[in-house]
T-cell receptor, first 116, second 114 residues
Framework: AQSVTQLGSHVSVSEGALVLLRCNYS??????LFWYVQYPNQGLQLLLK??????LVKGINGFEAEFKKSETSFHLTKPSAHMSDAAEYFC??????????????FGTGTKLQVIP | DAGVTQSPTHLIKTRGQQVTLRCSPK?????VSWYQQALGQGPQFIFQ???????QRGNFPDRFSGHQFPNYSSELNVNALLLGDSALYLC?????????????FGPGTRLTVL
């Protein structure tokens, strides 16, 4: 069974500082991995996804994540935090099949606070 | 190009009532998945519909049922509402022929059960 663990339910960083949000996954097959962002009272927006191509994945808004199979990790980073990055971030894993079925399992989320 | 739309935005019901939530997928998508997001939690998979049939189901009771129409839109029905059913219900759409396809999420329906 697939699962996702996000370390730290709340992370605070200063504006301009490095953002690091941690995600570890468990999967019985090569996984597809995602990071989504959710702003208050809104749905989820895809930041980036890993589908077994390059291990370093670049996403929108300056975010990127590195797939490390040996560590079963997919941490999200951004070199310099902006106030607009304050939101909740969800890591997710999917074990898709050839029929296109995707059951996506989400982590419990990390709320990012950016301090001016 | 319209994204995923959901209606209504907010809904208030009382215990024991029934509710229907609606979702229209992103243009070109044929698969709809439903998720429940309780306050402070990540989304939990309820079920997925493709070709008007339920393909997979998460760990939710039979009180939760759904339907997909020929135009790929979908409904989520919840019977005999409980206080614990209060949550944000998210719909996501994707294309079945692309196994790595991204699920695009709608803004959600906020259900409050009193």
């Amino acid at each position: 069974a697939q699962s996702v663990t996000q370390l730290g339910s709340h992370v605070s960083v200063s504006e301009g500082a490095l953002v690091l949000l941690r995600c570890n996954y468990s999967s019985s097959v090569p996984p597809y991995l995602f990071w989504y962002v959710q702003y208050p009272n809104q749905g989820l927006q895809l930041l980036l996804k890993y589908t077994s191509a390059a291990t370093l994945v670049k996403g929108i808004n300056g975010f990127e994540a590195e797939f490390k199979k040996s560590e079963t990790s997919f941490h999200l980073t951004k070199p310099s935090a902006h106030m607009s990055d304050a939101a909740e971030y969800f890591c997710a894993v999917s074990e898709g099949d050839s029929g296109g079925y995707q059951k996506v399992t989400f982590g419990t989320g990390t709320k990012l606070q950016v301090i001016p | 190009d319209a994204g995923v739309t959901q209606s209504p935005t907010h809904l208030i019901k009382t215990r024991g009532q029934q509710v229907t939530l609606r979702c229209s997928p992103k243009s070109g998508h044929d698969t709809v998945s439903w998720y429940q997001q309780a306050l402070g939690q990540g989304p939990q998979f309820i079920f997925q519909y493709y070709e008007e049939e339920e393909r997979q189901r998460g760990n939710f009771p039979d009180r939760f049922s759904g339907h997909q129409f020929p135009n790929y839109s979908s409904e989520l029905n919840v019977n005999a509402l409980l206080l614990g059913d209060s949550a944000l219900y998210l719909c996501a759409s994707s294309l079945a022929s692309v196994s790595t396809d991204t699920q695009y999420f709608g803004p959600g329906t906020r259900l409050t059960v009193l």
